[in-house]
T-cell receptor, first 115, second 115 residues
Framework: DAGVIQSPRHEVTEMGQEVTLRCKPI?????LFWYRQTMMRGLELLIY????????DSGMPEDRFSAKMPNASFSTLKIQPSEPRDSAVYFC?????????????FGQGTRLTVV | AQSVAQPEDQVNVAEGNPLTVKCTYS??????LFWYVQYPNRGLQFLLK??????LVKGSYGFEAEFNKSQTSFHLKKPSALVSDSALYFC?????????????FGTGTRLLVSP
């Protein structure tokens, strides 16, 4: 298995532009997570999907952020409009169960820079 | 709410020496505990986990961790460090409970192994 695949690996955009990050989870996994990593705040869970349905989006910072999972093999995280403070590394992770003792598998991340 | 503390920002150790990366947690009830490693420009990789049973857990790359309930700790250890172990290490905790329980990460500890 290729693992969790994220694209793009790097994104540089201007403030105010729309940014879309993409994720392909591991086949057979039915839970998907979006995390954001910054020096100041560490790793933060933004949103969690189970069976393609958003279960917990309490970590989404504001309405500029939205996430979708139209099918079991694809998810997007969109920021519109983007701001410099959104600069971070965004990770997608998947697991075959939503919680308990199940570990999540992470993609390599998308490094977003908003200038 | 659950939380994780990694008291050391950085740990330095010489190759061949034993290493310990510290982690303490706070959670209501019994925890699920995890260690992940992050190499530069990569996602987090799962190392090991504690769910129940034996307090000493063995994981990937020769790492192990000891669950100590009385001290609420889950320190990561390795008997003999390698230069290639140099990376960022994250401890994480998830509470037992019904419904979705978030995986909460510590701030990370950078391990530097010198030749």
């Amino acid at each position: 298995d290729a693992g969790v695949i994220q694209s793009p690996r790097h994104e540089v955009t201007e403030m105010g532009q729309e940014v879309t990050l993409r994720c392909k989870p591991i086949s057979g996994h039915n839970s998907l997570f979006w995390y954001r990593q910054t020096m100041m705040r560490g790793l933060e869970l933004l949103i969690y999907f189970n069976n393609n349905v958003p279960i917990d989006d309490s970590g989404m910072p504001e309405d500029r952020f939205s996430a979708k999972m139209p099918n079991a093999s694809f998810s997007t995280l969109k920021i519109q409009p983007s701001e410099p403070r959104d600069s971070a590394v965004y990770f997608c992770a998947s697991s075959h169960r939503p919680g308990g003792g199940t570990e999540a598998f992470f993609g390599q991340g998308t490094r977003l820079t908003v200038v | 709410a659950q939380s994780v503390a990694q008291p050391e920002d950085q740990v330095n150790v010489a190759e061949g020496n034993p290493l310990t990366v510290k982690c303490t947690y706070s959670v209501s009830g019994n925890p699920y505990l995890f260690w992940y490693v992050q190499y530069p420009n990569r996602g987090l990789q799962f190392l090991l986990k504690y769910i129940t049973g034996d307090n000493l857990v063995k994981g990937s790359y020769g790492f192990e961790a000891e669950f100590n309930k009385s001290q609420t700790s889950f320190h990561l250890k390795k008997p003999s460090a390698l230069v290639s172990d140099s990376a960022l290490y994250f401890c994480a905790v998830r509470a037992l409970g019904t419904g979705f329980q978030k995986l909460v990460f510590g701030t990370g500890t950078r391990l530097l192994v010198s030749p």
